[in-house]
C-alpha cells in the first residue's frame, strides 16, 4: 500500500538532481539520434512510470505519458515499477564489460516490475544497445556520468 507521508517520497537530494540531468541528457540524446526506436520504446511504455536508484548516489522517476519521456529527481508516489543498480554495475554495463542480465542474476540490479514489461524492457534494450554504446554522444554521456559520480 502506498504511504503518502512517507519521508522517501517527498525528499529530493542533489544526488537525485544530478542523476536526473544525467538522464534526461541521455534520452534526450538518443531521441536525436534515433527517433523513429526512440518513438517504438515510448509506444510501448506509454502510460507507465518507475522509480530508478543508483545505490548511494541518486533516485529518480522516470515517466512515459502521450510520447513523452519526464525525468525528475527523486521518488514518484504510488504503486509502479522499481529498479535499483550498484554504481559499479552501471559502470560495467555501461562499459560493454556486463550485460544486465548478468548483474540482475549477480545480485547488483533489483528490479519489481510486471513480468511482461521486464521482458519487454530487456527485448529493447538488448535491440538497442548497440545503437546507444556506438554513439560517440552517448559514450561520452557514460564517461561524464562515470566520471560525476565517482
Do not use: K
Not at 527517433?35 to 520504446?41: I, K
Amino acid at each position: 500500500m502506498p504511504d503518502a507521508n512517507a519521508p522517501r517520497a517527498r525528499s529530493v537530494t542533489p544526488g537525485d538532481q544530478a542523476l536526473a540531468t544525467r538522464a534526461r541528457q541521455v534520452i534526450n540524446t538518443f531521441r536525436a539520434e534515433h527517433p523513429a526506436e526512440y518513438q517504438e520504446l515510448v509506444h510501448e511504455f506509454d502510460s507507465r512510470d518507475g522509480n530508478l536508484a543508483v545505490f548511494g548516489f541518486g533516485r529518480i522517476n522516470v515517466r512515459i505519458t502521450n510520447g513523452e519521456v519526464s525525468v525528475e529527481p527523486g521518488l514518484g508516489p504510488g504503486e509502479m515499477a522499481r529498479g535499483m543498480i550498484y554504481m559499479e554495475a552501471l559502470q560495467a554495463i555501461t562499459q560493454g564489460v556486463l550485460t544486465p542480465l548478468q548483474a540482475y542474476f549477480r545480485g547488483d540490479v533489483i528490479v519489481r516490475a510486471p513480468s511482461g514489461d521486464l521482458h519487454t524492457a530487456y527485448g529493447f534494450f538488448v535491440r538497442f544497445a548497440e545503437l546507444a554504446f556506438g554513439s560517440e554522444t552517448m559514450r561520452t554521456h557514460f564517461d561524464e556520468f562515470r566520471t560525476e559520480f565517482l
